[in-house]
């Protein structure tokens, strides 16, 4: 079958205007523009079950309908501040097929009334950022964006903004605040920025992945659309794996396709001798999940993963550990991360990340006692259920999974020392 | 009114305004709800995590709408799985909060823990052991141990100068932000943020020079650590031994409520001494807040050069002697003249009420020492309940000749907060300033026609006036309430006069006068120049304004300091007396000089800009041999055969209530009175800063509306009218930060002190090669003087701008010819 999304890998030079012009570019933006009303996109979007594929996995459809109609103007933000330690498929698309996630945005920015979109890429995007501003000059100048677009009263104009490096604002609220110019720190909810967003006017962000659904959506129709993937999880997803696999990369694949599938079908399974021991389902912010019949015979989509396993599916970044790796090494390294990420707003995540970062440290230095191995879990439980958003919850995720399922590991490394990996 | 809702706050059920906050709804009943980051000024951010509580709210069924009923009836409950920070969650209806189970006892303990992972615990040295919050809190909902190893706190730097006037210590800062956004939020200063992220998270300034706010000083009050500090008390006195005592701000007319600690030291010579002023709560005047000049401007109270014993003339040289020697040299040589007062607007109400008793029983007549008028404020001021804090939609606010921010910033605040809530603004003054932001309406003059502007809005025909006067009269013409601040930008006696006139008319002509929230405010010079106005002193920019002959009696006035060509109106006289702290340039004239008590050493009252009767109350004990003014006045009465009284000021304010129809009714204990007051701030709680501001010991009561002044016949202008060719029209203005002999004590600001510069336009200044920086030479007749250019194109042409206080001989308008002081080596 072919791409949906990765459409590169079947197009040499889709990035090219004129390559994804001849295969149909910009057919679906046109057609939204001079054949449906914006309320009907929105129901089309609405009835593909399209759900977001930044990690919650909120209806798109849905989440465009809260604007209010008496506030304007509207603001539509993609968001590609993909930071996600092991995500890295808005960055191919992106690279590669520009132009498909520009239409997305731009079918979006329709179907909620929005006469400006911006582009908020993460710091590290630098070539990327001068790629999308010169796709976006091409497109001014090929009328595609401007006023009077296909000749009717839509005006739309695309910005593009460089963020400075900060994990946190891919979180929706801090990146609003980056992009306004301030601090990247998440602000308090409610009001949510479909009510007061960007500048405080009713906004939409939309993951770059589920933008770039949004052409052939349009093109095809909802029902097609529907048709893949599962019922409650249509579509497909870019599956990004890596960690201990023989073909780590971007799998493009209907949700619900099992771990099994795609770490053994696709992914050419692990390393000659090697046993699969744990997963982690959405990057950094997973619980690890232990590798067992049931976790690798899960369909990865929304429910199930939830369900089965009890941890999110969130933005499909599966990791994969195998019995070289303790665990104890895995969660030094996903502390350090948040405590790196954690932007210091509320107390117990800027100052749990920093506890629970020193803690591992010293497992990982031979400076820590038994004791420690509680003293982590707790101080990270005591942070649950306590932060301002969701990167301080995210933090102790590995970390209790980690204890929970792999005690061992981390009595290991205390005795041992840093030479665990 | 608006809508109440009623819930239900660990077991009890309360009722409370719709939007509430749940932490204010628990404050409101009596229940404390511990917070760091969060403060009632502010809009919450719910970074802290502190407030934490459970929150159950009625289910509803979503088929029916209904609430989803118990067996028994009630409402079902269903609780948030997580805990919610009270800060950020409004009130509902049916809503159970929970705020003492252990679930929350435990997230407490817990929040608390996480705090402490990092800081310092160096209480025993730090400035806010003793009332702190985080200190007080950590004792009441703490652990006894800390689990973080202490070989892994993070050591950051404890020193950090915000400026010279601040200093932050960076690990005991929490990082909530309530500086942060106190400075952005409250007051439109935002020179501070944060730097970095997570755990590097740290509070930096951007400003030059550093911490640039004239609010800076509150920060440290609403730090809830020992993070911020003032330059002027960081190590000084620990909280426990320091004693509260009562008092006001004697730096400008705002009134605001003080509260000085003192304490006894051997460091200064066993004697008891203040160690720093505090803001006092009153919500209708400075709220919990102050500007850093009433903070930092004491010290000049126990400055080292003041007077301690009395002076006379003798062999042309003062030397010192006793009270009872000064008295008897003024019984002889006083006796049988009238006496010519000069008094100044720093004294209190009774010490002013003294002098106009001394002038009348002597045949003589007292002035008020000012370039100010204010005749017609008793009639058209404040009265009653009024209180700028109730300013909003409908009203009308508009601030004529006045650069407030320079010259009231406590009143700039107030003002700012109005036009947020929706009041109206209308700025009036010839170049910007910075409340032009909040402005509706800014209209522009030149300097000298102040009171045609304000003529040309309050006159029904508006064909000559421009747009701005158009639309800002149509403005008033819906207003609810306008209250009128005046200053003295760029005018003298004369043009003061005028404005006053004009704006009196304007709120007479609009039907203002009587309304309870309406009416004209002076932005004085000094912090009681509105009791000198309400006894009906005139008033008088100097000593030509006086007769000559008979005593001259100059008390809290140095006319020869501001201008020493005063000093020829001292000759010719009798006798004259100076009563001062200083030995003044006046002072040094004198035949006797008698030192008083510092305001700060007595008792009295002020009356605030507001029309506002304050107390103030002894913070100090009263130096040994030296009197309050007006007992000095009343001391000098009696020694030349008249009854004045001086055993109390408190009976001397009552004999002035029971002559002044203005202060009918009122006396030391009405003024002492005090009502609860929102937001609860100062109790033993001390979450919403780290020192006290209750206000137990009075807020104080207006004066009642005086009878209508008569008005002159013609409206008057300032005189200047032609300047001449190569002369600048040179004008005043004020800088808060000035020289003045009340505040030049603090030295702590000198490097923020205003100098002596002109400021004038580029275009004005180039024809007459005045460069950015040079030195230029006025040519004043009689007192020439130099002053730095500072070129800046906000000013109108032909004019320049020069700052009150610093060493310009005049107060009011004046033209002179400008030129530059070239380097004489060069030449």
């Known amino acids: ?421 | 009114m608006s809508k109440m809702v009623t819930l239900s706050i660990d077991g009890r059920s309360v009722t409370v305004p719709e939007n509430t906050l749940v932490v204010d709804a628990a404050k409101m009943n009596g229940i404390d709800i511990p917070v760091f980051c969060y403060h009632p000024k502010m809009k919450p951010v719910g970074m802290c995590r502190m407030c934490l509580v459970e929150i159950g709210r009625p289910m509803i069924d979503r088929a029916t709408n209904q609430p989803v009923l118990e067996d028994n009836g009630s409402p079902k409950i269903q609780f948030s799985p997580k805990l919610e920070t009270s800060c950020t969650t409004p009130v509902s209806e049916g809503m159970v909060v929970l705020t003492r189970n252990d679930k929350v006892e435990a997230a407490r303990k817990e929040i608390i823990e996480f705090i402490l992972t990092s800081h310092p615990l160096d209480c025993p040295i730090c400035d806010k052991g003793g009332e702190c919050p985080l200190q007080n809190l950590t004792m009441r909902f703490g652990s006894k141990e800390g689990r973080f190893l202490f070989d892994e706190k993070m050591h950051l730097a404890k020193h950090v100068p915000l400026g010279e006037l601040i200093w932050l210590d960076r690990e005991r800062c929490i990082q909530c932000a309530r500086c942060v956004r106190f400075q952005h939020d409250v007051v439109d200063d935002p020179v501070l943020d944060f730097h970095n992220r997570g755990r590097s998270l740290e509070i930096m300034t951007f400003s030059e020079p550093g911490f640039g706010s004239y609010f800076s000083g509150n920060t440290t009050d609403i730090c809830p650590v020992g993070a911020l500090t003032t330059a002027d008390f960081r190590f000084g006195a620990r909280p426990w031994e320091m004693k509260p005592a009562a008092s006001l701000c004697a730096q400008c007319p705002v009134g605001c409520n003080l509260e000085y600690t003192v304490r006894r030291e051997a460091k200064s010579g066993g004697a008891t001494v203040i160690k720093r002023a505090l803001p006092r709560q009153n919500e209708s005047v400075n709220e919990i807040w102050i500007c850093d000049k009433g903070r930092f401007g004491y010290h000049y109270t126990q400055d080292p050069a003041r007077l301690g014993q009395p002076l006379v003339r003798r062999d042309g040289e003062l030397v010192p002697v006793t009270f009872e020697e000064a008295l008897k040299i003024i019984a002889e040589k006083a006796a049988h003249q009238p006496f010519q007062i000069l008094a100044g607007g720093k004294l209190s109400t009774e010490d002013l009420a003294a002098l106009r008793g001394l002038a009348q029983e002597s045949g003589g007549k007292a002035w008020l020492h000012t370039y100010m008028s204010g005749g017609f404020t008793p009639h058209y001021g404040l009265s009653a309940d009024a209180n700028l804090g109730a300013l909003g939609q409908g009203d009308a606010v508009l601030v004529a000749a006045s650069d407030l921010h320079e010259e009231a910033p406590i009143w700039w605040l107030r003002v700012k907060q109005a036009a947020e809530r929706g009041a109206a603004l209308i700025v009036m003054n010839p170049r910007p300033t910075r409340l032009k932001k909040y402005a509706r309406h800014v209209i522009r003059y030149a300097y000298g026609e102040e009171s045609l502007a304000v003529a040309a809005m309050a006159e029904e025909n508006l064909a000559l006036a421009g747009e701005e006067i158009r639309a800002a009269a149509e403005t008033l013409k819906s207003a609810r309430n306008l209250v009128i601040f005046y200053g003295s930008e760029g005018l003298g006696l004369t043009g003061s006069k005028g404005l006053e006139q004009a704006l009196a008319d304007l709120l007479e002509r609009g039907g203002f006068t009587g309304r309870e929230n309406s009416g004209l405010i002076g932005v004085w010079h000094a912090p009681n120049l509105q009791a000198g106005f309400e006894l009906g002193l005139p008033p008088a920019e100097g000593l030509a304004d006086l007769p000559a002959g008979g005593v001259l009696y100059l008390a809290a006035a140095d006319p020869a300091g501001d201008d020493p060509r005063q000093a020829a109106y001292f000759s010719g006289r009798e006798f004259v007396i100076v009563q001062d702290l200083f030995l003044t340039e006046s002072a040094k004239l004198a035949d006797v000089v008698l030192p008083v008590l510092a305001y700060t050493e007595r008792e009295g009252t002020f009356v605030s800009g507001e029309r506002r009767l304050q107390r103030y109350y002894p913070a100090l004990a009263a130096r040994p041999g030296l009197k309050a003014d007006f007992a000095l006045t009343a001391l000098i009465a009696k020694s030349l055969g008249y009854e004045l009284e001086g055993r109390a000021a408190s009976l001397a304010l009552e004999k002035l209530a029971a002559s002044q129809p203005a202060f009918e009714g009122l006396n030391y204990l009405k003024l002492a009175e005090v009502h609860e007051q929102w937001p609860q701030v100062g109790g033993s709680d001390l979450y919403y800063g780290g020192t006290s501001y209750a206000n137990r010991q009075g807020l104080g009561k207006h004066l009642s509306r005086a009878a209508k002044p008569e008005p002159d016949a013609a409206p008057l202008r300032e005189g200047i009218r032609d300047v001449p060719k190569n002369a600048l029209r040179l004008v005043p203005h004020t800088r808060l930060y000035d020289a003045g002999s009340t505040f030049a004590p603090s030295r702590l600001l000198d490097q923020r002190r205003a100098r002596r510069q002109l400021r004038i336009h580029p275009r004005s200044a180039e024809p007459l090669g005045l460069q950015q920086g040079s030195q230029a030479l006025i040519e004043l007749e009689g007192a020439p003087f130099t002053a730095e250019i500072v070129l800046d194109e906000t000013i109108p042409g032909g004019t320049a701008l020069y700052p009150r206080s610093l060493g310009v001989p005049m107060n009011a308008p004046f033209h002179a010819v400008v030129k530059p002081v070239f380097d004489k080596s060069a030449s």
């Open chain 1, 1 to 421: 079958m072919s791409h949906i999304l990765l459409r590169h890998r079947d197009i040499p030079d889709i990035k090219e205007l004129s390559v994804y012009r001849a295969n149909g570019g910009f057919k679906a933006f046109q057609k939204a523009v001079t054949t449906m009303q914006p309320g009907d996109v929105v129901n089309e979007v609405k009835a593909s079950g399209l759900r977001g594929r930044g990690g919650a996995g909120f209806p798109t459809g849905v989440k465009w309908s809260f604007l209010p109609g008496n506030l304007w103007p509207h603001y539509v933000v993609a968001n590609a501040d993909e930071s996600e330690p092991g995500t890295f498929k808005d960055r191919e698309i992106l690279e590669n097929n520009p132009y498909q996630f520009l239409e997305g945005l731009m079918i979006a920015a329709y179907a909620v009334g929005a006469q400006e979109a911006y582009v908020y890429l993460r710091g590290e995007f630098e070539s990327i950022y001068r790629q999308l501003n010169a796709c976006i000059a091409r497109l001014e100048e090929a009328h595609l964006l401007g006023d009077q677009l296909f000749g009717t009263d839509v005006r739309l104009r695309i910005y593009t903004h460089l963020g400075a490096g900060a994990y946190i604002c891919g979180e929706e609220t801090a990146l609003l605040e980056s992009l306004e110019g301030k601090l990247g720190q998440p602000r308090l909810r409610p009001p949510f920025p479909a009510v007061a967003g960007l500048f405080n006017k009713p906004t939409v962000i939309n993951n770059v992945e589920t933008l770039t659904n949004l052409p052939p959506i349009l093109e095809k129709g909802a029902d097609w659309y529907k048709s893949l993937g599962t019922e409650k999880s249509p579509g497909v997803k870019i599956f990004c794996l890596s960690g201990c696999v023989q073909k780590p990369g971007n799998y493009e694949l209907p949700l619900g396709t099992t771990f099994r599938e795609l770490i053994y079908t696709w992914g050419g399974g692990l390393a000659e001798g090697r046993r699969i021991k744990g997963i982690m389902a959405a990057g950094a912010s997973s619980n690890i999940i232990p590798a067992d019949d049931r976790a690798l015979d899960t369909p990865m989509d929304y429910e199930s993963v939830q369900q089965n396993l009890g941890a999110p599916l969130g933005s499909a970044s599966v990791i994969i550990l195998d019995d070289s790796v303790n665990m104890a090494w895995l969660v030094a390294k996903t502390t350090h991360f948040f405590k790196h990420e954690s932007c210091g707003k509320c107390t117990p995540c800027r100052e749990g990340t920093f506890w629970m970062a020193h803690i591992t440290e010293r497992m990982m230095g031979g400076k820590a006692s038994p004791e420690d191995i509680d003293l982590l879990k707790n101080v990270a439980l005591q942070m649950q259920g306590k932060c301002l958003c969701a990167l301080g919850e995210f933090s102790t995720m590995a970390v209790v999974s980690g204890i929970k399922h792999f005690r061992p590991d981390f009595e290991a490394a205390v005795r041992g020392g840093g030479k665990a990996k």
